[in-house]
């Protein structure tokens, strides 16, 4: 008994056994990597969200709001606001062509809407990942567990000596493979459902800054709750007055 344990099993086992520990271990590294990497950069989205919210509606002119998001491309609040300028820009120097046929309004909610699409996909990325490890893992393991068991009865049964040292050594060995696959799953599911409750929460930031925006391309105005000062619409809201 002294000379079972997970030195024993690696040793001891064949290739499939083997084959499905390094599964394994590729399994969590990839799944740990996704879930660093996808936390760091949700860290920075809320960040540019907070920045978003509280700089750029405070800005005297829309390219110094531009300025308050920085010059990093991969600022989805950024990337929002130039397919918006570009959008309107594009629609007002083709009028006479888009005049019958969308008006800015349509325009506007298409490129924007892209532009979401995209940046939704960027923050989606690699989850699949941990949604894959989080319903295989466990059953790699448990695949592993049958075959230790399976070969070690029939190691037990050739040996002659079906006591209970013999049986219960190589048994508890198998169901290991079992824990490590656990062990690999519930961080992955733990992990996709963090990051995807704070990606809804990004998400919806993202679709409250780009209504913002098409109220402004649109109005010249952003919209604000009805307690805001300024002049009130048709929706109950209240308008802020800035130039575009």
Same mark, same amino acid.
């Given at each position: 008994m002294q000379d079972l344990?997970?030195?024993?099993?690696?040793?001891?086992?064949?290739?499939v056994m083997r084959a499905t520990a390094i599964i394994l271990l590729i399994m969590s590294l990839a799944s740990w990597i996704v879930i660093l990497t996808k936390a760091w950069d949700l860290i920075r989205l809320k =960040? +540019?969200?907070?920045? !978003?919210? =509280?700089?750029?509606?405070?800005?005297?002119?829309?390219?110094?709001?531009l300025e308050t998001l920085g010059g990093n491309d991969a600022n989805p609040f950024r990337s929002l606001a130039v397919t918006g300028k570009e959008a309107a820009?594009?629609?007002?120097?083709?009028?006479?062509?888009l005049h019958d046929v969308m008006d800015i309004s349509d325009w506007l909610t298409r490129s924007l809407k892209s532009a979401i699409d995209d940046a939704v996909a960027r923050m989606q990325?690699?989850?699949?990942?941990l949604a894959s490890v989080g319903s295989t893992a466990p059953f790699v393991g448990l695949?592993?567990?049958?075959?230790?068991?399976?070969? !070690? $009865?029939?190691?037990?049964? !050739? %040996?002659?000596?079906?006591?209970?040292? =013999?049986?219960?050594?190589?048994?508890?060995? %198998? $169901?290991? +493979?079992?824990?490590?696959? $656990?062990?690999?799953a519930i961080p992955a599911v733990l992990g996709y459902n963090a990051l995807s409750r704070g990606n809804k929460g990004v998400i919806s930031k993202l679709n409250r800054f780009a209504h913002d925006l098409h109220a402004y391309f649109v109005t010249g105005a952003r919209v604000r709750p009805s307690n805001a000062r300024g002049a009130t619409d048709?929706?109950? +809201?209240? $308008?802020a007055v800035k130039n575009p």
């Open positions: 344990g997970l030195s024993h099993l690696w040793t001891q086992g064949d290739f =960040k +540019m969200a907070h920045g !978003a919210e =509280k700089r750029f509606w405070h800005s005297d002119d829309f390219d110094h709001a820009q594009h629609h007002r120097a083709s009028q006479p062509q990325s690699g989850l699949a990942v695949f592993g567990t049958v075959w230790g068991i399976y070969h !070690a $009865l029939i190691n037990i049964g !050739a %040996s002659g000596v079906p006591t209970i040292d =013999k049986v219960a050594g190589p048994v508890g060995e %198998s $169901l290991i +493979m079992t824990a490590f696959g $656990l062990a690999v048709d929706s109950g +809201m209240r $308008l």
